[in-house]
C-alpha cells in the first residue's frame, strides 16, 4: 500500500515537473533585476510573468552567470524560455526560436564624466595641459625675467616697461610705443626676437598639438568616434561585432559591471551595452555618463527552444497585451511615458 502512494506521488511530481517551465535568467538591469534573487524584478520579468498568468503557466526561474548560456540551456533542452533583453538576430534564430518583438532597442555608449566635454571637464583638460608643458612654461618665465632685468639695466626703462616690451616681442614681433635706443639695447632686442619667438612658437604649437591628442583620444560624441578606441563589451552579446565593426579595439568582458569598471578606472576608453543597460548604469552614476546617441537599431524577444509549442500562444499573449494597455503599463513604470 505504501509503495503504491510513493509510487503515485513520484508519478505526480514528474508530471507537475513536466509541466513547470524552466525559465532562464540573466542580470540585465532595468529589464531583469536579481538584487533579491529569491523574487527577480524588472520590465522583462513583468512582461513575462503577465504572460504566464494570462496562459496559465507554471513556471521556475533559473539563474545562467553568463549570457551566452541561455542560448546553450535552450538547445540542450536545459530551459524551455529565457528573457533578458534578448536581441532577436538571423543568427541566433538558426539555433533557437523568438516570440514576436516586445521592445525596441539599440545600442549605446558608456563613457567617463570627465570625458563628456562639459565645462568643468574642459578646464580640468587644459590643467593637465599646462601640467605636461610646466618645463617649457618655467623656462620662458625665467627668460622673460632675464631680459626685463637686462633692458631695464641696459635701457634704465621702469621694469614693468621692460617686461611688458619683451613679452610684446615675443607675443606679436611689435614694439608698441617704446623701443631700445642704445646700440647694446638693439642687440638684446635682436636676441629676445631669436629666442624668445622660437620658445613661443614651441609652447602654442605644444597646447595646439595636445588639445588635439586630448580630443582625438577622450571626445566620444557619436559611435564614429569609436574608432581606434579600446571599447569594453560583454561576450556572447551584439556589442562584440558592432564594435569591431566601427574600427574600435573590442575588449570583452564577462558582463557589464567589469566593462564599467575598467572603464572608472582608465582601462577602456568606453563601454558599449544595450540602450537600456546604458541608461540605467548612467541614471545611477555620477562618474559616467551615456552619450545621447543610438545605433546597431534591435529588438528583443523572449527566446524558445526551437519549434517550441508556445510560441503562438505567448505571441497572441502579447499582441493582446499591447492591445488592452497591460504592456503600456509595465512600460511607463520602467522607462515613462516617452519612448525610448
Known sequence: MVYRVVLMMLVAFSA???DTLRVNLYEFEPLVSL???????????????????ELNLPYKYTIVPKFSDIFTNLQDNLADVAISGIT????????????????DSGLSILIRSSDSGGIIAQLMQYVGI????????????VFLVIMAFS?????????FDCYYFVNTIISTVG???????SKFGKILVQLTMVIGIGIFSIITGSISSEITVQKLTYKITCPEDLRGKRVAVEEGTTSVEAVSKLGARAITVANIKKGVEELRNNEVDAVVYDLPGILYIANNSTDVVAVPAVFDKQTYGIALQQSSPLRDKINCTLLKMMADGEYQKIYEKYFGKEAI
Open 16 to 18: 507537475f515537473a513536466a
Open 35 to 53: 538584487q533579491d534573487k529569491t523574487k527577480p524584478s524588472g520590465f522583462d520579468v513583468e512582461i513575462w510573468e503577465k504572460v504566464a498568468s
Open 88 to 103: 532577436i538576430t538571423d543568427k541566433r534564430e538558426e539555433t533557437v526560436d523568438f516570440t514576436h518583438k516586445y521592445y
Open 130 to 141: 599646462l601640467k605636461k608643458l610646466s618645463s617649457i612654461l618655467v623656462f620662458y618665465l
Open 151 to 159: 633692458f631695464n639695466r641696459v635701457e634704465k626703462w621702469p621694469l
Open 175 to 181: 614694439f608698441g610705443d617704446i623701443s631700445a635706443k
